[in-house]
T-cell receptor, first 115, second 111 residues
Framework: EAQVTQNPRYLITVTGKKLTVTCSQNMNHEYMSWYRQDPGLGLRQIYYSMNVEVTDKGDVPEGYKVSRKEKRNFPLILESPSPNQTSLYFC??????????????FGPGTRLTVL | GENVEQHPSTLSVQEGDSAVIKCTYSDSASNYFPWYKQELGKGPQLIIDIRSNVGEKKDQRIAVTLNKTAKHFSLHITETQPEDSAVYFCAATTGFQKLVFGTGTRLLVSP
């Protein structure tokens, strides 16, 4: 089944404890992206990647890191999480590097709480 | 950069009624306008999109209209059903890598 998977789905952690949220797609998509969803703010892009070893900042990259060593994986790293990073996170992928004008396929989301 | 405003934030309708969600965008160069539906506990899913060379697009009970002069576009759902209950997001882009989303509309369809 073609899909985007994220792990974990739920995570409660404490301030400063490094964490990684994994994202994997099995559709051989070139484009991958991370969003955070907050009430009243919609979906905001954190980072995106147009291909292996190519990443770039979105609208809200502060406090986050990403890597794209393989085409299928795009982990989101929080080196020192803070409470303002409590949010619902979505990974997405798209077949075309010009993903802005192509369908994006979203994962099921990761709900992160930072205490 | 692009800014997308979406209204209303919540919308309650009776089953069988129509629902309309409106979005405005700021960048006149934007040329692609998708709509995503997010069901509870799931990620957003594309339901319909429109490009700037088209004024209206329909797919069964859903339709999207685009007014480039006024820089706004709308989602129309006719004969609403309980399974239409979800959060709907509009988005806009000029064609570069970033897609800018609206703040979402929570649609509740009551039986």
């Amino acid at each position: 089944e073609a899909q985007v998977t994220q792990n974990p789905r739920y995570l409660i952690t404490v301030t400063g404890k490094k964490l990684t949220v994994t994202c994997s797609q099995n559709m051989n998509h070139e484009y991958m992206s991370w969003y955070r969803q907050d009430p009243g703010l919609g979906l905001r892009q954190i980072y995106y990647s147009m291909n292996v070893e190519v990443t770039d900042k979105g609208d809200v990259p502060e406090g986050y890191k990403v890597s794209r060593k393989e085409k299928r994986n795009f982990p989101l790293i929080l080196e020192s999480p803070s409470p303002n990073q409590t949010s619902l996170y979505f990974c997405a992928s798209s077949p075309n590097r010009l993903a802005s004008t192509d369908t994006q396929y979203f994962g099921p989301g990761t709900r992160l709480t930072v205490l | 950069g692009e800014n997308v405003e979406q209204h209303p934030s919540t919308l309650s309708v009776q089953e069988g009624d129509s629902a309309v969600i409106k979005c405005t965008y700021s960048d006149s160069a934007s040329n692609y306008f998708p709509w995503y539906k997010q069901e509870l506990g799931k990620g957003p899913q594309l339901i319909i999109d429109i490009r700037s060379n088209v004024g209206e697009k329909k797919d069964q009970r859903i339709a999207v209209t685009l007014n480039k002069t006024a820089k706004h576009f709308s989602l129309h759902i006719t004969e609403t059903q309980p399974e239409d209950s979800a959060v709907y997001f509009c988005a806009a882009t000029t064609g570069f890598q970033k897609l800018v989303f609206g703040t979402g509309t929570r649609l509740l369809v009551s039986p």
